[in-house]
């Protein structure tokens, strides 16, 4: 690993400043990071840790049931927040599958955004949710739904001093539930193969009133596939539609081939995922529906 300079700002416009410097970097948990530069992936000049910026750690539930958590919180921190857990399930499920226990101490969803990898699974999970990332730096602040803040593999839309301060999400409704599941070729520690995201509101006769589903590893980024969720819209959850909803995502998907899959074997599994993800959702509001 190369030399490089360190710092530990106390506030988000010292942060600000500290990353504006050429080839500084910022450390939230440190778990990619890290292991880019000892590998020589990455090249750091100036190392800016956020772990001393109280509002970067902080995490509150509104009085309206709305989450906002800081981008340095820890995913084990938002595990152990009661009310984070209960209301928004999906999302810790999700950041539960980042690395071991230890990692999970260490490491936060937002740097499982910035790192900006095509299979995070904190961000499907996260964009299904409605979720949208809060951006400060010298020009203010500004919000940036997740698909627009990932630009491509290891690029985000953060400009030269600006960091991703938190995440908010929305308040779930009565009617609503989220999933998140993945495909890994261990059960552990793994980077998926494929990862999917669903979320669905049901009108008060029923049928979906809304529906978002998110993919992780069949793109440069991760994405959402619009053509299911429009044909969800509207219709009373049954076997056939998730199914065609999967069949639909899968066309969505851009997927490649590599070491861990063909292009072909990931349409796949997103065409059975994507259907296991929406059922997850009709389970938790009370209809138990079977797909493969």
């Known amino acids: 690993m190369k030399d490089f300079t360190y710092a530990a700002p106390t506030t988000t416009d010292e942060a600000a400043a500290a990353l504006a410097a ?13 292991v880019q530069m000892r590998e020589g992936r990455r090249a750091v000049g100036h190392v800016v840790d956020l772990k001393r910026v109280p509002e970067l750690t902080a995490i ?4 309206d049931g709305s989450l906002r958590f800081g981008a340095a919180a820890s995913v084990a921190a938002l595990a152990a927040h009661a009310t984070v ?20 101490s260490r490491a936060s969803l937002g740097g499982n955004i910035c790192n900006a990898s095509p299979s995070a699974d904190a961000v499907p999970a996260l964009m299904a949710l409605g979720a949208t990332a809060e951006l400060t730096g010298k020009g203010g602040r500004r919000s940036l739904a997740l698909d627009a ?24 409704d009565a009617r609503s539930a989220a999933k998140y599941v993945r495909f890994t070729p261990r059960r552990e520690m793994d980077i ?28 440069p980024t ?10 969800l819209m ?9 199914a065609e ?34 059922a997850g959702c009709c389970a938790q509001l009370g209809q138990r529906i079977e797909v493969p």
């Open 22 to 34: 050429s080839g500084a970097r910022a450390l939230a948990g440190g778990t990619d990071l890290i």
């Open 60 to 63: 509150a539930v509104a009085a």
């Open 85 to 104: 857990a209960a209301k928004f399930p999906a999302m810790i499920e999700a950041g539960r599958m980042i690395g071991s226990w230890q990692i999970q």
């Open 149 to 172: 803040l990932i630009l491509g593999p290891g690029k985000t839309a953060l400009v030269p001093g600006e960091i991703l301060a938190a995440i908010r999400v929305p308040a779930p």
């Open 192 to 219: 998926a193969v494929v990862g999917a995201g669903a979320w669905l509101r049901l009108a008060e006769d029923g049928s979906v009133a809304e529906a978002r589903i998110a993919l992780a590893a069949v793109g």
């Open 222 to 231: 991760p994405l959402r596939a619009t053509a299911a969720e429009k044909r």
């Open 234 to 242: 509207g219709e009373k959850p049954t076997a056939a539609l998730l």
């Open 245 to 278: 909803a999967g069949r639909l995502a899968a066309a969505d998907a851009r997927p490649i081939s590599d070491t861990r899959g063909s292009a072909d074997y990931r349409r796949a599994l997103v065409k059975v995922l994507a259907a296991r993800a929406l």
